[in-house]
């Protein structure tokens, strides 16, 4: 069983930055893919990013990408979203996700085992 817990949102003006967090409780936490995912209102969960196992590999959905990087420390148990250059349709509750090692790359919902309860992020005009 893995237990996520996000952190780091909030209210920022739009241009602005702001990284979430994603505590790990798993004795092997390098074995997993994290992912991070969103949920505007009445819209369905959406692909942000996602990074191997090692840190070695990343993606990002095309809505994010050059703007928001993903990154992790296996030592710490520890997956990050920097977020920058935010946009008032980046508005969303933002959730971490954990697969097994072998579903790196994926981008659908069904393909995660574990999920957090999520963080608002919320950026104005």
């Known amino acids: 069983q893995v237990q996520l817990v996000e952190s780091g949102g909030g209210l920022v003006q739009a241009g602005g930055s702001l990284r979430l967090s994603c505590a790990a409780s798993?004795?092997?936490?390098?074995?997993?893919?994290m992912a991070w995912f969103r949920q505007a209102p009445e819209k369905e969960r959406e692909f942000v990013s996602t990074i191997s196992g090692s840190g070695r590999d990343t993606s990002y959905g095309d809505s994010v990408k050059g703007r928001f990087t993903i990154s992790r420390d296996n030592a710490k148990n520890t997956v990050d979203l920097q977020m920058n250059s935010l946009r008032p349709e980046d508005t969303a509750v933002y959730y971490c996700?954990?697969?097994?090692?072998?579903?790196?790359?994926?981008?659908?919902?069904?393909?995660?085992?574990?999920w957090g309860q999520g963080t608002q992020v919320t950026v104005s005009s």
């Open positions: 996700a954990a697969a097994f090692a072998w579903n790196y790359g994926a981008r659908r919902v069904g393909s995660y085992a574990y």
């Open positions: 798993a004795p092997t936490f390098s074995t997993y893919a």
